[in-house]
């Protein structure tokens, strides 16, 4: 199935070449799924997400989590976007309840997860933007299944 074996690698060279590769994105996802977006400050992570949550009609303004940590959008399931920028450890992120959030429905969306990395399912989807120039984006989206990934480095 496309969804358990995504891999797209692409340079996008615009907003708007960007938007079309969120939005084909969000419709593989479904309720339950985990996306971490990984990228350097500005590279578009919130940009990519704002994308999703317009796709998946919530018509709403998406803003950066990075001051209230956790945003909630109503589209078509509920859409959960978490930015773990400000928090220190994991102990902070349990503190604000991520563990049991992720058993609601919905769709999960966290910036710097690098942060929680261990609290991070069995398998999720994960994007990573790097910047090239001020509209140029190297973006890459796996699927990764924790498991697998053991057993490729024995
Ligand atoms: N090709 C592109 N794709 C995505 N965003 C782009 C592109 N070109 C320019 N941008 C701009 O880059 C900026 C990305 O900002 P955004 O807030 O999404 O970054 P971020 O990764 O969430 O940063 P932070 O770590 O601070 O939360 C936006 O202003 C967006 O318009
Ligand atoms: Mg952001």
């Given at each position: ?79 959960y ?18 563990s ?5 429905e ?10 929680a ?15 090239i120039?001020a ?5 890459s ?14």
């Open positions: 199935m496309v969804r358990d074996s995504y891999s797209l690698e692409i340079t996008s060279t615009s907003e708007k070449e960007t938007s079309r590769i969120a939005r084909d994105f969000a419709n593989l996802l479904k309720g339950g799924d985990v996306v971490a977006l990984i990228g350097e400050l500005g590279s578009g992570k919130t940009f990519f997400v704002k994308k999703i949550a317009e796709e998946l009609g919530f018509d709403g303004y998406v803003s950066s989590p990075t001051f209230t940590i956790l945003n909630i959008y109503e589209a078509s399931t509920y859409l976007h978490f930015d773990f920028y400000r928090l220190k450890n994991i102990e902070e992120i349990e503190k604000i309840g991520f049991d959030l992720l058993m609601e919905g769709i999960f969306f966290i910036e710097w997860p690098e942060k990395e261990e609290l991070l399912p069995e398998e999720y989807f994960k994007v990573r933007i790097d910047i120039n509209t140029y984006r190297n973006l989206i796996k699927k990764i299944a924790k498991s697998e990934d053991e057993k490729c480095q024995n």
